[in-house]
Each structure stands twice: as structure tokens, then as C-alpha cells.
DNA sequence: ATAGTAAATGCGAACGTTCGCATAAGTTAA
DNA sequence: TTAACTTATGCGAACGTTCGCATTTACTAT
């Protein structure tokens, strides 16, 4: 390991003060072109590289952006991870920021690590996703006034910066794609009550079913935990529903819950697909492995990791939010056969 | 954002010198018990934390891992990313290192996104993984004696600390699990030639193989990329071969493979695990949810992941690797109906 | 008592920048 | 020619630590 080139060292080849090659490489000053010249020429031949930690003291930024995230159960793996990472360390990369990951932890010991990043200035700002209820951790940033974006948002009266996607748009769609195949009774497998996600979904429901001109019944509403399990055993409920509101598509609000519901399809002696429609949300890689592979909704992951970087570096460097503030996307939906009942040709991928 | 507490007014509360505080704080030194209580008192009543950035400019560690990889392919996530992640940065935290995550580029510019780390000063170590034969980060790591440690190994004159699952004892216990259900004729979808890592896990084969007193067929041993089509239709063809010598067993070097290879035994009118056993390798979590689920090889990716930041932390503090500088890690065979051919009771999941 | 040693604390310097003001040089207007 | 500006560069200080050595104080042994 050689040692450190440091700014005086280009300052005595280039025979100026150091200080003055700090303004040169950061572009703070106006200066003569030779000596411009003889700068940038000293730099390249020692091979400099300002010391982030040295310039970090003086400038008081770290420019790191700090990052943590629930991890996934052990038997199920998180689709998005890994696009949502790159997205935005790749985002943050070119503005000369990084990704700083640290762990997850229990409520309590969480806010310690995110006091203990902010009190040594490791990092200028944080990224949330899945944010909860009662996550404290906004609350806390909030308080604070420390910088921070959001994938997701939160009704209540906090105001902070958030992407997200619009889930009630997606089902809106799901319906509209599931109405257009000519399905009338179609029924939803929504979250528990009070869930803002959830609720928000369903109204996305109703209000494709009210502008197609259906009433919806309530016993197509169907709520539980998203699971497998639940999914199962709400669809067997609704193939048990007298012949004239008994779905023949199913909306479900992930993809775990779709597989549940195809399963029962099944069970019963129908054809997921062919009988019964069937549609998902988050379009998991499993999505197109399913027999038969199953309709989705899928997020814009890349663009909300962009998005929400580029906006808090914006917001590091110039002190204010870009507008919009609060920015809602649109998933797109994935049509294969558990919805269309047509077999894809070609390729199974 | 209130302004730092520094050394100094943790200091003037004590009535000592900052340097002292500096001292008592880092344990370098004994000092009189009042005196020490009284630092504390108001390190406490301050709510005192050491500047991450000063003390790094100082010290010239940044206490920082690098890390980056390989995105998956769009239409397939990487199911040990998150618990790979999760469990180096737990393990780092507990010795105040966190993982710095950075984008991941083609080779000339990946090369100098290392270089940049290294000279601004910004991480004292990289982990590697998923690394290549011709992975010049290694090379260059190694010319610039920069610490770094891997996941996965290589052959050939390089000499690395790395953690590398074993490959060869994962297949060698697949075999002697489908010997042990009775199967004799017991084929595996291997990479093509010159895979270090394919190579290795062949051996296993043979080696269990051998150790049944079982020749293996030529035949038997096929090769191609591990994607769903070639499992597919290496599968036809060994599914083709003389009655006498046709597989009734099949390993799969991953799960992939294997799905493409269940697909084809039932094209060819068989029950996957019922009439031909079929076992991956990577348990996938899509495994679990195939039908019939799939027995697979698991790599036990959180001790993997202590494992190399333990070490590589060990290294940074102490200035020499622990033994072993090389370590490998058995995968875990979990078992499912895709060998057995029976039924899981209770759950699906 | 007095030198000798050990323990406790203080002090100056350094890590490599950035920042703002001071100064020197060059240019224009009276 | 000289005052009044502008422009280019230099300089000292500061960011908040850690490090090694110097100093003070206290204690033991002669």
C-alpha cells in the first residue's frame, strides 16, 4: 500500500499553495490557464485522489446515504432487493454518493443505530422502505430534521418525501384487465382492515367495478393476512358462494395469496386460468414459474430506487426538496396465463 | 440538527484535557477512578459521540467493508442476497464496520471504482464474490495488497483468504442420498468443461458413485449452461438412453437445471420424483413451492457471510488472516418430494 | 531527607482537507 | 500618475480526533 498523495504534494509540482489546487480541483475559483494547466497536469502524474475522509472533517458531509431494511423470512426471499439496491447506489454513485447498509434490529435497538450514524456523521441521510405504522423511525428522523426519503408512504400527519407505488391504480388496472376478459363477478383478497396499503387497493377495486357498472358484493371483498394459507382457504369461501355471485377472477393483493388461491382453484376441480382468472401483485420471479404462470402486477422498482436518491442528493445539495415532494408510480401489469387462460407460445421464458 | 459535542466540552465538564477524554474513551490508558467516572458522567449527560470522520482522518481507518456484485438478471432474483447482505453487516456492526455498498460495472470501469475507494480512503477492505476466472479484481486487489477477502475461490497461483461452499461434498451427499432411496442409475446435468466449480462437484459424483461400487456411464455425466432449456433437454435425452442404462436418478448442478429436467420427464409422460428422482442445487426459494418441491442443495449463506467479515475484521485489527485461510462449508441437502417421491404431510410450507 | 521510579495527566503536533480573508498583480478611469 | 477596481493567488485557521512524548504528582526504597 503506497502512501497517500496528498494536496500539497500536487501544490510543490504544480509551484503553487495547496490551497489553491483545492479551489482548481473543486472548481471554486477562477485562475490562469498555465497554471490551470500545470495543476491538472501534476494531478494526473501523481496519480492524486482527494481524502474523502479529510475532506469529509472539513466540509462536515459525508456524502453517504444510509440504509437499512427488514429482512426477509428465511423461506422466501425478497425479489426486489437487489434492483432496488443497485438502483440507487448506482443513482447515488454518480453524484459521488454511497450506500451505507447496517442492520436491522428491534425497534428499540434501531433508533440506536440510526442516533449513532447521525451523532458521528457517518451519513448525510437515510433511505426507508416498508415503513410501518408505527414505525418510529420517521417520527424520529422528523424530529430530528435529518434528512430522509421514502419507498412508501403513511397517512396521518407527518409530511416527508416518498415514492411509491400506486397500489390502488394497480388493482384498478388488475380489474380492468380481468373486466375486458368479460368477468363480472369478480372478487378481491384483500388485507386486514385498517390496513392504508390495503384500503387504498380496494378503492382501486371498487372503482373499477363502479365505472364498469357492477355492484360489488360484499362477500367478494375477502380479507386476511397475506399468506399462502389465507389465500387458500378465502377462495375455497368464495367457490362456495351461490352460482350467481360466485367469482370467476380473482384479484389477490400478492403474489403469495394468488398461489394460495390457484391451489384452492384447483383443489375444487377447476382450472386456474381457464376457469377461474386469477391475478397477483409484486410479480415474485416465482410469478412466471407457476403452473400456469400467473398475471402480476410488478413495480418500477429501478425507477423508484433512482428517483428517490437523485431527489435527496438533490435535496443534500441544494437544501430543498425538488417538486414533487410526494410521487406516486404506476405498476405496470404482467399478462400471462392465470388470468388469460391462453397458454403463451413459444418459449416458457 | 444541533451542532457536535466534541472532545473538548466533554472535556472542560470533566475538568481534564480532551486528550485524556480521547484516552479513557479508547482505553489506552489507566487513569484514577474519580477522574474516570467523572468523564463518563459527562459523556453521558453530553450525549458525547466520537466523530466518526475525525477520527478516521486520524487514524486512517474508515472502519469500511466494500461491497459490491453482480446484479441478477432482471427476470430472476437472487435469492441469498439478503441474508448474504444482513449477515456480513450484522457482523460488522458488532465491531463498529459497516458494509459500503457500490455499483457494480464492466471491468475496466469496476476497476476503477475499486481504485477510488481504496485511494480517497473511503473503505479499508473489500469483500468479493461470485468471483471469475478471469476476474481482474482479484489481480488487482492482490498487486495493490489491498485487504480483501471472498466468496468462492479460484485455482490457479492466487492465494486468497476466501469461504467457498463445497461443492463436490454438496453433490457427493445428493448421490448418497438418492443411493440411499436405491436408485443405481444416477445421472447429473453438470456445467460445461473448464468449470472450476463444475469440475469439483462432478468429482463428488464419481466419488459417491464410485464409493457405491457403481461405474458411472459416460452417458450419464451431461453437460451445458444451467438454464432451463438445457436441463430440459439434456433431461430428453438421457430419458432416450437403453432401458438398461436410463437414469431413474438425476442431479442437477442448479435448480433451474432441475426445473427444466422435471419439466422434461413430464413431458415424456413420468412423475418427477415418483418414477425419475430429480435434486438441485442453490435451493432457490421458488424450490419449495414446484410441483413436486424440489430437493436441493442449501448453502448456509449466514455463516458464510460471519464467517468472512469476522475474518476479514480480524485481519484489519490484528494484521494477519485466522486460520483457516481457506475455508470451505458443507451446503445442506434439504430433502423433498422431488427425490422421495413422497408426499410432504401437514403444511405446504 | 533524597533520589529513583511508577502512575496520572497534559501538551503540541499531525491527519488532509476547505473556507474566508488578505495580499499582490494587473487593469481601467480620472 | 494615481486612485479605484478587478482578478489571481497565498495564507492562516479550523474541522475533531489520536499519538507520542513531556511533565507533574505520588509513592517506594535507601
Redesign the interface.
Known amino acids: 500500500?503506497k502512501s497517500?498523495v496528498t494536496l500539497k504534494q500536487v501544490a510543490a509540482r504544480a509551484s503553487v499553495s495547496y490551497q489553491t489546487v483545492s479551489k482548481v480541483i473543486n472548481q471554486k475559483v477562477r485562475i490562469s490557464p498555465e497554471a490551470e494547466q500545470r495543476i491538472w497536469e501534476a494531478v494526473e502524474d501523481l496519480?492524486y485522489?482527494?481524502?474523502?475522509?479529510?475532506r469529509?472533517?472539513r466540509s462536515q458531509r459525508?456524502q453517504?446515504i444510509g440504509y437499512t431494511w427488514q429482512?426477509?423470512p428465511?423461506?422466501?426471499?425478497?425479489?426486489?432487493?437487489?434492483?432496488f439496491?443497485?438502483s440507487m447506489?448506482?443513482s447515488a454513485?454518480k453524484k459521488g454518493y454511497?450506500?451505507?447498509?447496517?442492520?436491522?434490529l428491534e425497534q428499540e435497538k434501531l433508533l440506536d443505530?440510526y442516533r449513532?450514524l447521525i451523532?458521528?456523521?457517518?451519513v448525510d441521510a437515510f433511505v426507508l422502505s416498508s415503513i410501518d405504522y408505527d414505525d418510529p423511525c420517521i417520527q424520529f428522523l422528523n424530529d430530528?430534521?435529518?434528512p430522509f426519503a421514502a419507498f412508501g408512504r403513511l397517512d396521518g400527519n407527518f409530511h416527508f418525501p416518498y415514492i411509491d407505488v400506486d397500489g390502488g391504480l394497480g388493482i384498478k388496472i388488475a380489474a380492468n384487465h380481468l373486466l375486458s376478459l368479460s368477468h363480472r363477478n369478480i372478487a378481491i383478497l384483500a388485507w386486514p382492515h385498517n390496513s392504508r396499503v390495503g384500503d387504498n387497493r380496494i378503492e382501486g377495486y371498487v372503482s373499477a367495478m363502479q365505472s364498469a357498472g357492477i355492484e360489488v358484493h360484499p362477500e367478494w371483498v375477502q380479507r386476511g393476512e397475506g399468506t399462502?394459507?389465507v389465500g387458500f382457504n378465502l377462495t375455497l369461501k368464495l367457490l362456495s358462494l351461490a352460482e350467481n355471485i360466485r367469482p370467476t377472477g380473482i384479484i389477490a393483493m400478492n403474489d403469495l395469496m394468488a398461489?394460495g388461491a390457484m391451489?384452492a382453484i384447483r383443489h375444487c376441480g377447476l382450472m386456474p386460468g381457464k376457469d377461474i382468472a386469477v391475478t397477483g401483485f409484486d410479480d415474485?420471479?416465482?410469478a412466471?414459474?407457476?403452473?400456469p404462470p400467473l398475471t402480476s402486477l410488478r413495480q418500477p422498482i429501478w425507477e423508484i430506487g433512482q428517483h428517490l436518491m437523485d431527489r435527496l442528493i438533490d435535496y443534500l445539495e441544494n437544501g430543498r426538496y425538488p417538486e414533487p415532494f410526494e410521487e406516486l408510480i404506476a405498476p405496470q401489469l404482467i399478462i400471462r396465463e392465470s388470468s388469460t387462460g391462453i397458454e403463451a407460445k413459444g418459449?416458457?421464458?
Open positions: 500500500m497517500r496519480g485522489t482527494p481524502s474523502y475522509t479529510a469529509s472533517l459525508s453517504t429482512p426477509s428465511p423461506d422466501q426471499a425478497n425479489p426486489i432487493l437487489d434492483l439496491l443497485q447506489f448506482s454513485e454511497y450506500l451505507l447498509c447496517f442492520p436491522y443505530a449513532l451523532d458521528s456523521g457517518r430530528q430534521k435529518f399462502y394459507n398461489i391451489a415474485t420471479p416465482t412466471r414459474f407457476l403452473r418459449e416458457l421464458f
